[in-house]
């Protein structure tokens, strides 16, 4: 009730004398009157010319609302040839129409750009600095990393094997039943693919020669890297930027300690370590489900898919897909550890970061397999 009676005292009272125009203000100009008063403001702002005086004696209550109010019928007096003064202004209107006031001086915001065959070049520009801009990052978090093992190979104590067990843990053993529930249901549903085509060749057989090959040779280490770049990559990501944050890697270097040798090192070679034992449980657990599929779909029996299986792939096609694990390991590692020293200051940037270093880490470990693949094709193994 109060609110009310006091927006229905709120208006503007105009007087003119002597060629000079008194607009007095009264009442509670806030958020609950502005409404009301909007229409005499902007009746006074397109009426008034000379001189023009903005009394605000009479005001009882004034909030942001009514400051801002205030502040646009001057302008629009302004606008049409007035010159204008305010006066009778509390302590507490001062401090409104000095912060409304401010918003003038901010600067407008860049126009949006339509995407023109020059910003098209433009963003590719960017983009390829930005690659480089990577690639001489991980080389700098490398080079750190291997000079921080040099030195630890000199002196074992500073190698921080509780550390790595620690997150050897976290990235091997934890993700242990993901990974083979994963590779369990993959395997299986390349057999029944298999067989679904080769049934009308009358060469379901050949089943196990697909599987054997498609998961030792490529997928078995590949959704085992993906895997890992979005769950341990990601969370190394996040842990290195809200270090970055708080402020706690700055902290490290003043107390004479290097980051890389302590936050970085043993995360990659847990990494390096984890992902071909993971790849090699991810294989064996392929197969399996490769072999309880083709069992109850095509009525292969375990033993006939093991000696298939014997006899399809050799120990180079599983050597492969474990030759590959360490490098990709070591990939996600870089690529994480590089994003997380990214971060600013704020939650947005750190969930940027670590959206990017997912996306760069399976971009990458998808390419660098690209690579192995037409390596090993080039030498025959």
């Known amino acids: 009730m109060i609110s009310e009676s006091l927006a229905t005292e709120a208006g503007l009272d105009r007087a003119t004398v002597g060629g000079i125009t008194r607009l007095t203000a009264h009442g509670a100009w806030t958020i609950e009157s502005v409404a009301d008063l909007e229409k005499e403001v902007d009746a006074a702002g397109g009426e008034a010319s000379g001189r023009v005086i903005i009394d605000l004696t009479g005001v009882g209550r004034i909030d942001t609302a009514g400051a801002w109010l205030i502040h646009r019928l001057a302008i629009d007096l302004g606008e049409a040839g007035a010159t204008v003064e305010l006066v009778g202004l509390s302590a507490n209107a001062k401090r409104l129409m000095d ?58 104590k500073r190698f921080r094997f509780t550390s790595i067990v620690f997150h050897l843990d976290r990235t091997g053993l934890q993700a242990v039943p993901i990974i083979f529930l994963m590779s369990f249901l993959i395997g299986g549903i390349i057999a029944q693919q298999s067989a679904f085509q080769l049934r009308y060749f009358g060469a379901d057989i050949y089943v196990v020669d697909l599987v054997g090959v498609l998961v030792l040779r490529e997928l078995g280490v590949l959704l085992t890297a993906i895997m890992l770049a979005g769950r341990s990559g990601s969370a190394y990501t996040a842990e290195i930027g809200s270090m970055k944050m708080r402020e706690e890697i700055d902290a490290l ?81 870089l690529i994480a550890a590089s994003e997380g020293l990214k971060v600013e200051g704020s939650a947005e940037s750190l969930g940027r970061q670590t959206t990017a270093s997912v996306v760069k880490a399976i971009f990458t470990v998808i390419v660098a397999d690209g690579f192995f693949a037409i390596f090993f094709a080039s030498i025959n193994y």
Do not use: C, H
């Not at 098209?120 to 990393?145: C, P, R």
């Not at 069992?295 to 298939?308: K, L, M, N, Q, V």
């Not at 050799?314 to 474990?322: I, R």
């Open 99 to 156: 912060a409304v006031q401010l918003g003038d001086d901010l600067p407008e915001p860049p126009p949006v750009r339509r995407m023109t065959p020059l910003a098209f070049l433009e963003a590719i520009g960017k983009s390829t600095y930005g690659v480089w801009q990577d690639l001489v990052d991980g080389a700098a978090i490398l080079g750190g990393v291997t000079r921080g093992i040099v030195r630890a190979t000199f002196q074992p």
């Open 253 to 333: 270097k003043v107390i004479g300690l290097d980051p890389n040798e302590v936050l970085i090192m043993p995360r990659i070679i847990a990494l390096v370590i984890a992902l071909p034992i993971l790849t090699f449980i991810a294989d064996m657990a392929a197969l399996i489900g490769g072999a309880v599929v083709s069992f109850a779909y095509t009525d292969i029996p375990f033993e006939t898919f093991i000696i298939r299986l014997r006899d399809a792939v050799g120990m180079n096609t599983l050597a492969v897909g474990l030759i590959k694990a360490p490098f990709m390991g070591l990939v996600i590692g």
